[in-house]
């Protein structure tokens, strides 16, 4: 079942714009994403903190993804995890 992964980061929780684009240089993820993942937004909230919002063809893809590639890559350069995680199962999504 496809899930929604939204991660929140609060203000100065060390996920700016320029660590968000060092991390998606570093797994090569610019211009493609992970397998697994059908979608991918990223913003940022009123108060200046860091929302990603994902659509995954699994919680178990996104958890192989966290384990192998992000989780790794973010410890490398220094960008701690979210403060806050969100997994919602989709009914519907095209």
């Given at each position: ?66 384990e192998n590639k992000l989780g790794p890559a973010s410890a490398a ?14 009914i519907r999504h095209f």
């Amino acid at each position: 079942m496809s899930v929604l992964i939204v991660s929140e980061w609060a203000p100065g929780a060390g996920m700016s714009a320029e660590s968000y684009w060092r991390l998606t240089d570093d797994m090569d993820l610019r211009e493609n994403l992970p397998e697994g993942c059908e979608y991918h937004i990223s913003g940022s909230s009123d108060e200046g903190g860091a929302i990603l919002s994902e659509v995954w063809t699994s919680q178990e893809a996104f958890q192989t993804f966290l384990e192998n590639k992000l989780g790794p890559a973010s410890a490398a350069a220094g960008v701690p995890g979210p403060t806050k995680v969100s997994v919602l199962p989709l009914i519907r999504h095209f």
